[in-house]
């Protein structure tokens, strides 16, 4: 299954990518595991990835809770907690 | 009727205020308002706003639809700027507008309570060669948390 993440805020700038599609082995089956298994890529992606309760995710552009399923997912979003307004 | 805009420009108060004032059938008895601005007060010289395009408008919009399911609303505004602003610019504008003041500044007040933990925009701040992405307050999830019942 290939995925489009993307990437925002500091979470972006530790992976050094604002987005890279991926093919995760079937054994992953939630944005948990795919956090897990995306920090093993690179020193990048696990200096992101490090302390996952400072993760938060979308999925196809909708906030979703990180042990959410990927099947089907075309697109999903990793970044820090929202500092917006 | 909903307005709902990402941009790089800076916020025209009276502009939105009276496109506000103005929306729906009826116009408004009431307009209530809300601006954000860049503080100056701990060194900051620049912020940069980043966002998820096409996520944040969904999410700004789910934020919206709420005001207009809890409260009698002729207009709902929210403008939010992204990119680079300095101390004293405008970073957010929100605006309800109703037939009388209960509702319009209950659901002002609602929109941007909700708009800081719900939309996808993560501010950085520099301070002369110094950046720092800033952190999430529990302040705001608790503001965010009282329109949940």
């Known amino acids: 299954m290939t995925v489009t993440m993307v990437y925002f805020a500091w979470v972006r700038e ?3 990518t604002g987005e890279e599609r991926v093919d995760p082995p079937a054994s992953v089956t939630t944005i948990a595991e795919l956090v897990d298994w995306l920090a093993l890529s690179s020193p990048g992606h696990a200096a992101a990835f490090a302390d996952p309760a400072r993760l938060r995710a979308a999925l196809d552009q909708a906030f ?3 042990d959410t399923p990927i099947a089907g997912a075309r697109e999903i979003a ?3 907690p929202v500092t917006g307004g | 009727m909903i307005r709902i805009i990402v941009q790089t420009a ?3 108060l009276l502009a939105e205020i009276t496109q506000a004032e103005t929306a729906g059938e009826r116009g408004a008895g009431a307009v209530a308002t809300f601006t954000g601005l860049v503080r100056a007060d701990d060194g900051v010289e620049t ?3 980043e966002h998820y395009p096409g996520a944040t408008e969904a999410a700004l919009t789910k934020v919206a ?3 207009v399911e809890r409260w009698e609303l002729s207009a709902v505004t929210i403008v939010h700027r992204v990119g680079p602003m300095h101390p004293g610019e405008r970073i957010v504008f929100v605006a309800a507008a109703s037939a009388h003041r209960a509702a319009s500044l209950e659901a ?3 929109l941007i309570d ?3 933990t719900d939309a996808p925009f993560w501010k950085r701040e520099t301070r002369g060669t110094q950046a720092s992405w800033v952190e999430a307050r529990d302040a705001d999830k608790d503001a965010a948390a009282r329109w949940t019942s």
Request: hydrophobic fraction near 45%; include cysteine.
């Open chain 1, 14 to 16: 530790r992976i050094g």
């Open chain 1, 64 to 66: 979703v809770p990180i």
């Open chain 1, 78 to 80: 990793l970044f820090p």
């Open chain 2, 10 to 12: 800076s916020i025209d």
């Open chain 2, 47 to 49: 912020l940069e706003l």
């Open chain 2, 65 to 67: 639809t709420g005001a």
């Open chain 2, 108 to 110: 002002c007040a609602y």
């Open chain 2, 114 to 116: 909700r708009l800081k």
